[in-house]
């Protein structure tokens, strides 16, 4: 009997540093925990910018989703949380650069402040096929 809910853990994104799963599986729905820009290996990114914070963020969430089987046309749902409003256009640009031709139901929440005094964090919600 399969389990009703099934972790989801790839060396191609953080581990996690907390009490959460990267993402988590339940039937044919995927939910991914929020991602900062944090390198798998965590070493630090070379530039720190928020355009690359974004891209590394971005790029955490789709190796998890890939990690299910999935792609960025199987997303359904994405927040992301961002510092400073003034982030949003080039949020825009990065997110739609690396999402190509997917367009899922999306959320942009600007914040004062995240962990580790990054600039971007993202989460998601996926419909698997298969």
Not at 6 to 28: F, K, N
Not at 41 to 55: C, G, I, Y
């Amino acid at each position: 009997m399969e389990k009703a809910l099934s972790p989801i853990l790839t060396d191609q994104a953080p581990a996690p540093a907390g009490h959460y799963a990267q993402a988590i599986r339940a039937g044919d729905m995927l939910y991914v925990s929020g991602q900062l820009p944090i390198r798998a290996d965590k070493a630090p990114l070379d530039d720190m910018s928020f355009a690359a914070q974004a891209r590394q963020a971005i790029a955490n969430m789709l190796a998890i989703l890939e990690a299910a089987g999935g792609t960025a046309e199987d997303l359904c749902r994405v927040t992301a949380y961002i510092v400073g409003v003034e982030n949003w256009p080039e949020f825009n640009r990065v997110y739609a650069d690396m999402l190509g031709d997917a367009r899922p139901a999306r959320t942009v929440v600007p914040v004062p402040e995240l962990h580790y005094g990054y600039l971007v964090e993202i989460d998601a919600v996926a419909a698997l096929r298969g």
